[in-house]
């Protein structure tokens, strides 16, 4: 939806565990006019860097190992400008481009003083080290460092990194990860009371 909030028009899931209710909620979905979804099975023990070479080297997606692609983690909501991530990525002409965020700490932080007294605290702070916040574009040349049993964040990312190759936008506004139970009731709340910010651009 993030995606499509913002323009974009064909679009890809790589399903593997519970694949069949990702397909049957893609059938199922109202997209917006012009909206296009097509599941593509990628197996389900399958890592991430080896679902986007099976992808794209497969025939569902027709050119799809030719052309600069976006590419984002399922679990993953942020009021990212995308248009704005483009732009980074073509000024900086690497082969890949990650979004990288400070997300908030969970817990509030006491701050302590030289004697081992607590002079304060701040209330969930973001943390000070930028993290891979899953949204990527990606040059053609990225999948010759994709194979079947690639994990993206190993090798083909530190690979890039190493050769300076992979670009990081950073992104200040909003973002959040649906990892915990609790992430899952905090992000549903904000969707119901129509008050989700990732269908923004910051």
């Not at 732009?87 to 900086?92: K, L, N, S």
């Not at 209330?123 to 040349?141: C, L, T």
Request: glycine letters at 12%; a negative charge.
């Amino acid at each position: 939806m993030i995606y499509a909030a913002q323009g974009f028009e064909r679009f890809y899931p790589l399903t593997g565990y519970l694949g069949e209710m990702v397909e049957s909620f893609v059938g199922e979905a109202e997209w917006p006019a012009g909206v296009e979804v097509e599941c593509v099975e990628t197996g389900i023990d399958t890592p991430t860097g080896g679902r986007l070479k099976l992808a794209l080297d497969g025939p569902q997606i027709a050119g799809g190992a030719g052309r600069r692609f976006c590419a984002t983690y399922a679990d993953g909501v942020a009021d990212i400008d995308l248009d704005a991530l483009l732009e980074f990525h073509e000024r900086g002409a690497r082969e890949a481009t990650m979004t990288a965020v400070r997300p908030e700490i969970q817990w509030g932080v006491a701050d302590l003083g030289e004697g081992g007294e607590v002079t304060g605290f701040i209330e969930k702070p973001r943390s000070e080290h930028w993290i891979n916040g899953g949204f990527f574009v990606f040059e053609p040349a990225v999948l010759e460092r994709l194979e079947a049993d690639s994990v993206l964040e190993r090798e083909p990312l530190e690979g890039l990194a190493r050769e300076g190759q992979l670009g990081a936008f950073r992104h200040e506004g909003f973002w959040d990860c649906m990892d915990t139970y609790k992430d899952l009731v905090t992000l549903n709340d904000l969707w119901e009371m129509g008050d989700a910010p990732w269908l923004e651009r910051s």
